[in-house]
């Protein structure tokens, strides 16, 4: 009987040594998941985009189409990005965000105004001219202005996937919380769901069909976001993606209405 114990005692720490041994590495709260995501998928020599995004209502299915070019480039200040539509009326129409440390700068440049605006206080979470994208999405999203609750982790299809709850510090704030479904492996958000204050959803974003660009960088080749409540879809189909040195010089509220030579 005593070494009926004693072995049944040793099979117990094994068993709590290799769950121990499981998840040694992945004790990350929310914030250090975000930030480790932020911090992925980075190019210092730069990354070109282009591609057609559709408008749809939903409940008539009426359809519009505008071109748009992205190019973004990671420095040892931050990351730099900008947004521009290259046809139809709303062409030259661009989108600066540049992050340095815990601040985002975010700046719209209107062909028909001439001159950049900054985007702060609520603006941050209004739409980008007629898209159902909130400016600081075109950002890839503000950190600072969240709070971070991990919670139980997701498969989704074949992927491994952490799982954040993200809620708004501003009281001002639409929203009552995000949950945020970010890909283990290639560390891309594939899933963003908006509640209201009232907890319904009333927004998604789904990323898909990632492509992996160059040694460790992955990009999604479709993104579409769905306003619930407006019954309408912004939908981002990604037909050229490349890495490539971009000249900084374009990252400046300054030069945000000279054209680039990669359009």
Not at 5 to 12: A, G, P, R
Not at 120 to 137: L, M, Y
Not at 219 to 247: A, C, G, Q, R
Request: net charge positive; glycine share 6%; aromatic share 8%.
């Amino acid at each position: 009987m005593r070494n009926l114990k004693i072995f049944l005692s040793l099979v117990l720490c094994l068993l709590i040594g290799f769950k121990l041994i499981l998840n040694a590495g992945d004790n990350l709260t929310g914030i250090d998941i975000i930030k480790k995501a932020d911090a992925a998928n980075k190019s210092k020599k730069g990354i070109v985009k282009k591609g057609v995004m559709e408008l749809v209502n939903l409940e008539s299915q009426q359809k519009e189409t505008r071109k748009f070019i992205i190019l973004s480039v990671a420095t040892d200040e931050g990351e730099k990005s900008m947004f521009r539509f290259t046809d139809s009326s709303y062409a030259g129409t661009t989108f600066l965000s540049i992050k340095k440390g815990d601040k985002t700068l975010m700046y719209i440049y209107l062909k028909s105004i001439g001159a950049p605006r900054q985007v702060e206080g609520s603006d941050k979470e209004a739409t980008f001219v007629d898209t159902d994208i909130a400016n600081e999405e075109m950002s890839g999203g503000i950190t600072e202005d969240y709070e971070y609750k991990r919670i139980e982790n997701k498969k989704i299809d074949d992927s491994d996937c952490y799982v954040v709850e993200r809620y708004p510090k501003s009281k001002s704030s639409k929203y009552q919380k995000h949950i945020v479904v970010i890909d283990k492996n290639t560390l891309k958000t594939l899933i963003m769901k908006s509640y209201s204050k009232e907890g319904r959803l009333v927004k998604t974003i789904k990323q898909d069909k990632i492509k992996k660009v160059a040694e460790n960088i992955y990009e999604p080749t479709e993104i579409t976001v769905t306003d619930l409540e407006k019954k309408h879809s912004t939908i981002l189909k990604i037909s050229e993606i490349m890495e490539k040195e971009i000249n900084q010089g374009y990252f400046s509220k300054e030069r945000m209405g000279k054209k680039w030579v990669e359009e």
